[in-house]
């Protein structure tokens, strides 16, 4: 059996009792550790905790090796553990459908990822619209195609989450040609770089989907005993000192109920602001005002 | 302190190993018990599980005495165990704000909830728009707000999960006229019924949002030993015993990813008459074809 089992956000313990007392009995553990990190927890800190060895599975393991994971699994019961939910990334659809090839038969142990926990910030998970990632820009590299889907939502008053970059294990350019197997060090995207590649393609692709005034909230190593929530406007984001990862940044849509104003307000540095903000950004994207209905004059 | 405290979604032991270790030490444990139900466990089990006593709290607790619950919690520590994540009903926000203005502070410790783990149907939370709620229609009510909704993501080609009624401790109508506290039965929404009323709905609205033909995914039981998921087109899903409750019930947008076909077709009955479903989708709410690039012509 292969049991995919969530750890969640940030602690040791923030693995299941169910997903513990499965890891203990597992003749293997793997720990996915290259699409995400626990925030106060590392190999070693796990291994001393579930009192067991766990094996790294980097991204040539899980899906160049996937085969070496699931040697025997068949018989033998085998743990893939994976930051947050297990059926968060592509790559673990990957490794279910070859083990289905196999004849391996799989059980998930679910935990909290950032698609759920995020509503931590005071905005309703029903008023999302689709998830979207943000990556590094390089010189020469500025992908934008994330500025369309914020556009659909904000188009349709829908708050977006920005899953922030991360690279981890990455080589650069010059090594990867040269077939060196060097790696460069771990970087987490700040909520400040973010905020500036956003004004960046606001300001190339000019369609108002957002702008320095749009509001906008800062939720950094979410779940964590490091937790901050920030909210405010795009532009106070460029400047705010989010410190160490992993980060995540919510661009509201223009329709926010009261009760989600009340309650992210709380976590503004410039309330009057934000609250003047949120005003404004209703008047955006606003819908075409309905006809009467026809017995509108009746009484 | 208060702690806000996910419990999963069907076993005692679905609670994380941090969770558990506050529930052991708090001085009062309060049971969120209205708007879900952990699908193999009981106030019982669970005052077994933990050691220790636990006070259910109704609808009437939460709403109209949210200061009984917090009562001295600025000194005390007091847990709110909620089925899922804390942070998926508007309700809990409520206790939040209250808890703020009592200068009473909180702690959240997550957990999955269906919003993020409806990724084990296989189709990627990445191309989830937002989520809807499908509520029970009597005779002279039935709300069609949700139709709105689907077809906003459909049109964008993203999937749609659909969360059905619950209905636990509901008074019937005569019994809240005459202020007796007789409370029904509880009922859960069921795949065929939830079928049945989108395409009543589709029939009456006509804006050929979905259909008979369209791709969906039945998820029954998510989480729990006796979870299933079923894939194929919504007049199937009429027909299908979908068993003991919860469900869930998921439309998919009509842009599929093939990784997401070769998995979903997997829970089909008919998978030959899915993959054709799928197929002719895509071809709905088809957009423009963009002229060719200037230079497409170069070389």
């Known amino acids: 059996m292969l049991y995919l089992i969530g750890l969640g956000l940030s602690h040791e313990t923030d693995i299941t009792v169910r997903g513990l007392e499965v890891v203990k009995q597992c003749k293997r553990v793997y720990l996915e550790a290259y699409t995400s990190i626990?925030?106060?927890?590392?190999?070693?800190?796990?291994?001393k905790f579930y009192g067991r060895e766990v094996i790294?599975?980097?991204?040539?393991?899980?899906?160049?090796?996937?085969?070496?994971?699931?040697?025997?699994?068949?018989?033998?019961?085998?743990?893939?553990?994976?930051?947050?939910?297990?059926?968060?990334?592509?790559?673990?659809?990957?490794?279910?459908?070859?083990a289905r090839e196999l004849g391996i038969k799989y059980t998930t142990i679910h935990n909290a990822s950032v698609m759920n926990a995020v509503g931590a910030c005071g905005l309703q998970l029903y008023n999302f619209g689709q998830t979207v990632s943000l990556v590094?820009?390089?010189?020469?590299?500025?992908?934008?195609?994330?500025?369309?889907?914020v556009l659909e939502n904000r188009k349709l008053g829908l708050h977006t989450l920005l899953l922030l970059d991360i690279k981890v294990k990455e080589q650069s350019i010059e090594n990867m040609a040269r077939?060196?197997?060097?790696?460069?060090?771990?970087?987490?995207?700040?909520?400040?770089?973010?905020?500036?590649?956003?004004?960046?393609?606001?300001?190339?692709?000019?369609?108002?989907?957002?702008?320095?005034?749009?509001?906008?909230?800062?939720?950094?190593?979410l779940g964590s005993p490091a937790q901050t929530i920030r909210s405010g406007v795009l532009e106070e984001m460029v400047e705010y000192e989010s410190g160490a990862p992993l980060h995540s940044l919510v661009i509201l849509g223009n329709q926010v109920h009261d009760l989600e104003t009340d309650f992210i307000v709380e976590f503004a540095e410039n309330k009057d602001r934000l609250r003047a903000a949120i005003?404004?950004?209703?008047?955006?994207?606003?819908?075409?005002?309905?006809?009467?209905?026809?017995?509108d004059f009746s009484d």
């Not at 626990?38 to 291994?47: H, I």
């Not at 989907?209 to 909230?217: A, L």
């Not at 005003?279 to 017995?295: G, I, S």
């Open 56 to 98: 790294l599975a980097d991204r040539e393991l899980v899906e160049s090796g996937s085969d070496t994971i699931l040697e025997n699994a068949q018989e033998d019961d085998v743990a893939f553990l994976v930051v947050g939910d297990p059926f968060g990334a592509t790559t673990h659809t990957d490794l279910v459908l070859r």
């Open 179 to 221: 077939g060196r197997l060097i790696y460069e060090p771990p970087r987490y995207m700040s909520i400040e770089t973010a905020a500036s590649q956003l004004l960046e393609i606001e300001e190339i692709r000019g369609e108002n989907c957002y702008g320095p005034n749009t509001p906008c909230i800062a939720v950094s190593r």
């Open 38 to 47: 626990l925030m106060t927890a590392d190999k070693e800190s796990l291994e």
């Open 136 to 149: 590094f820009f390089t010189d020469n590299w500025k992908p934008d195609s994330f500025y369309d889907k």
């Open 279 to 295: 005003k404004e950004d209703a008047q955006n994207f606003a819908k075409p005002v309905p006809p009467p209905p026809e017995d």
